[in-house]
């Protein structure tokens, strides 16, 4: 089976679980600790070698293991651990794979939360990193070097929409022993980096995972072994930190996973149909899924086709003042809200520069090509696109973004 006919929709499928009382969703745990007919267990289950028992819900608790799992299946990984939150899932790993004196070459554009940390949180503890243009496997070879641990990127970056070509990086990865970590969070469904060579698979569950932007969360998919480590009481990062997910907030993002498949053909959908009129319409449009998207070929070669090239796509209108007149425009007309965050059923749009990619200097935004006209936009899950089209063109006409 080639990579790109992995379908993570029929992994999800495939699992069933039964509630305690043979209900169709799984019962919910709502203890945050757990009793013991007798000692031993007690211990054993601290020593990791009571399969099936549970301590503490820092440790482990059913629902939180029912969703990782769900997850795993997805990713085709052995194992998964769900957090509180992305950042809870991002700084864990890297911490539990550098030690001080390490090193991390990571891509330039990223999440602003997790470029924060690389670059103003690690070096306190010694652990340096290189941003690097991801595109280009030999500047990410050339920054690799004896002290580097780890590889870093997401799948679809945030927030440019530069393609990471995974295979290429994995190989880099496996020849200098290194560690590739995939955030995936843009592309669920639609690519699977495991399959392609990542080692471990990141998600903020928040996003469109979940869907109803109602819940923070996130995840990390990798082996069983890395999965261990994570959650060793004496030297696992996640169990140490503790971003712990609650019970309530699991049961939830499981029941929204199911219809991940549906949502994501429609976000597809959506965002292909507006990126292919606003192109037309002589707009500076990034996306994916429009062949002068320089990683077009590249990430048509990664997806499975089935659930498209994604809900994101960015348009430059010039200046900030004119994309923040446009946003608040289009909030008023009912066409989505002015908010950060992706994966909702209504759009959501954002000027990235001074919200989500704030942490980046403005100097290295500029370098990188992240303009303060730049519109994040995640594409709704609207029924009738091309009303969407029309009324969307319309507020830009009547701020002369575009000519009627």
């Known amino acids: 089976m080639k990579p790109t006919d992995f379908n993570a929709a029929n ?17 919910i745990s709502d203890s945050s600790t757990y009793t013991f007919l007798s000692a031993k267990t007690m211990f054993d289950t601290f020593e990791g070698n009571a399969e099936g028992c549970y301590l503490y819900s820092r440790h482990s608790s059913p629902m939180n293991l029912y969703l990782g799992k769900a997850l795993a299946a997805m990713e085709g990984t052995e194992s998964a651990n769900v957090a509180a939150s992305g950042m809870g899932a991002i700084t864990p790993v890297l911490m539990q794979l550098c030690n001080a004196g390490d090193e ?62 995974i295979e290429g ?16 969070t843009f ?3 639609s690519v699977a980096p495991a399959q392609l060579g990542a080692d471990i698979v990141i998600h903020s569950l928040t996003k469109f995972i979940n869907g109803s ?12 072994e890395f999965i261990n480590a994570l959650k060793n009481v004496n030297s696992g990062a996640s169990m140490l930190f503790g971003p712990t997910m609650d ?49 077009y070929e590249l990430y048509a070669s990664m997806i499975n086709k089935e659930y498209g090239f994604g809900g994101m796509m960015t348009l430059d209108v010039g200046s900030l003042d004119k994309a923040n007149e446009l946003m608040e425009l289009m909030q008023n007309r009912n066409l989505g809200y002015l908010a950060v965050s992706l994966g909702f059923y209504k759009t959501l749009f954002s000027a ?53």
């Not at 990086?169 to 995936?184: G, S």
């Open 11 to 27: 992994q999800i499928q495939d699992l069933q679980y039964f509630g305690e009382f043979g209900g169709v969703n799984p019962s």
């Open 104 to 165: 991390i070459v990571s891509s330039r554009t990223i999440y602003g939360g997790t470029y924060a940390f690389m670059k103003n949180m690690l070096p306190r503890w010694n652990i340096k990193t290189h941003f690097v243009d991801i595109t280009k496997l030999d500047v990410v070879e050339a920054a690799i070097s004896q002290n580097t641990k780890v590889l870093y990127c997401e799948t679809v970056s945030n927030p440019l929409l530069e393609v990471a070509e």
């Open 169 to 184: 990086l994995a190989k880099i990865a496996k020849k200098h022993n290194l560690k590739l970590v995939v955030d995936n």
């Open 187 to 189: 592309s669920p469904l």
């Open 213 to 224: 932007s109602d819940t923070v969360g996130g995840v990390v998919c990798a082996s069983q």
């Open 247 to 295: 019970s309530l907030r699991s049961a939830s993002i499981l029941k929204n996973l199911r219809t991940l498949h549906i949502r994501m053909k429609q976000h597809s959908y959506n965002t292909q149909y507006l990126a292919d009129k606003f192109e037309k319409d002589g707009l500076k449009v990034v996306y994916p899924g429009l062949k002068s998207h320089p990683s």
């Open 352 to 404: 990235p520069g001074t919200s989500t990619s704030s942490e980046i200097p403005i100097e290295e935004q500029k370098e990188m090509g992240l303009s303060d006209g730049l519109i994040r936009f995640s594409i709704g899950l609207d029924n009738d696109i091309e009303r969407t089209y029309q009324k969307m063109k319309a507020c830009m006409i009547e701020l002369g973004v575009l000519n009627k």
